[in-house]
Structure formats: C-alpha cells, structure tokens
C-alpha cells in the first residue's frame, strides 16, 4: 500500500547559466507535458530542477534526447493546511518517527497546498502519515 503513495519526481541537471531552464520548460511544452511543481537548486556553477509532472518517463526521454543528464528520484506528496502550522506539524510527525527531510519544496492550487518531500525512509513516513491521518498524493495523480 505504501508504494502507491511514491511519486516519480524527474531530477535535471544543467549548467547554471541563461537559457537553461527555458530550454527545459520549452521541450516539455512541445512534447505536451504538464509541470505541477518544480524547484530549483544551485552548487558550483550547476542546476538541478526538480519536477513533478504528468509523465516523468516521457519527460526522461525527451530530456535525454536533447542532451540533458536526467534521473527519477522518488518522494512523497503530503497534502497540508495552507495555514500558519501546515509545515510544522508534517514535520513533527517525520522528525518523531525518527524520519530524516533530505529536501523540500511546496506549491499551492486550488485543491490546497502540498509539500514534496525526499526523505530517507519513503515507506516509513507514508505509514507515519496515514497512521495520524495525513493525506497523500497517489503515485498516480498525474495520470
């Protein structure tokens, strides 16, 4: 049950330079792939972007054809109070069970906010989550 609730994230590395993420953003607009979330990180000249999309194994393929190092990295999605205390509590339940938050990030729509979440025991924090009535994502949101 646990597996049902990992979500595909693409990871894209790229030199940190003009240019970079709209080459990215454009490719997946013209193979018709929708970006839900995305951040951005930097270190030593180079970028990752990390993505939620509707089709991470399309979004692989067209981004390695054009040349781009891409890799899947798996995470969870926590759907959280848009309010003050939405991150602490998602948070107080992981650091408890002992869970480690590796990175990040967040995006609010119209069906609430939801934070993105690399740890390092997936299947744990799930199982932590759903046991203190969290919700999640399913793998398959984007489908």
Do not use: C
Not at 32 to 41: D, E, H, R
Not at 115 to 142: H, Y
């Amino acid at each position: 049950m646990e597996k049902s609730y990992i979500v595909k994230q693409i990871s894209i590395f790229s030199e940190n330079r003009p240019g970079r993420l709209a080459a990215v953003a454009g490719a997946l607009r013209d193979a018709g792939i929708n970006i839900f979330a995305f951040s951005i990180a930097e270190a030593n000249g180079f970028g990752v972007v990390r993505a939620l999309v509707d089709r991470p194994e399309d979004a692989h393929r067209t981004l390695t054809e054009l040349g781009f190092r891409v890799s899947f990295t798996d995470v969870i999605g926590v759907k959280m109070r848009d309010e003050p205390g939405g991150l602490s509590e998602i948070a107080s339940v992981l650091g408890d069970a002992g869970i480690n938050i590796e990175y990040a990030y967040a995006y609010s729509g119209r069906d609430g906010a939801v934070l993105i979440l690399r740890v390092d025991q997936a299947e744990d924090a799930v199982r932590q989550i759903l046991a203190r009535g969290g919700e999640l994502l399913k793998a398959s949101f984007s489908q």
